[in-house]
């Protein structure tokens, strides 16, 4: 009887650990905590969010390891007759597309991995989808995204991102198709003159 008297507090431990355990299980971390990672408010571009944190806090994301074509801002940029305009913005565009279909796919849900701050105030990151998918991998396999070596020194994935690029100008997907499509940082210099 003493025996079964000591083993009955272990017993009833056991239960609740495995009711606790069931109970996670059937309906997820995500509902008893709350979502992990960020809520996306707004996809700015092809290379860019704006997310808000557990707390409220709204963050601008740029992506590390690489560069998307640009958006047009202007109406001005919007009716450009310009070969070198209506390439980018193409692209631009689809970037954004793109990259507005894999977050709202997540759930308006990413996980970062901040990396530094760039000259602007925004967040550096690695962004994955909550089912761990590199953003910026899929992005510059579809050719929707370029790696850009200065931004490399803040990639820790950058192995992938390469990979992807390679994949992508081989197979000529996206911008690689296009021959008169210029890289952004070479578009960004040509607008500044």
Partial sequence: MDKL????????????????????GMFGCDRIFGPSGYSVRRVSDGDTLAVTDRNGEKISVRFACVDAPEIPHTNKEKKSRRVADRSQFKWGKKAQQRLQ???????????????????????VAEVRLPDGTFVQEVLVRE???????????????????????GEAKVNRRGVWSDKKFIEPWEYRKQKKK
């Avoid at 050719?143 to 690029?165: D, E, H, M, R, T």
């Fill in 5 to 24: 008297a000591k083993n009955k507090p272990v017993k009833q431990i056991a239960i609740w650990l495995c009711a606790s355990f069931l109970l996670l």
């Fill in 101 to 123: 279909e894999l977050v709202s796919g997540a759930g308006d849900r990413v996980k970062l991995d901040i990396t530094d701050k760039d000259r602007y105030g925004r967040s």
């Fill in 143 to 165: 050719g929707l995204a370029l790696v850009y070596s200065p931004y490399l020194k803040n990639c820790p994935s950058k192995i992938f991102v390469q990979q992807a690029q």
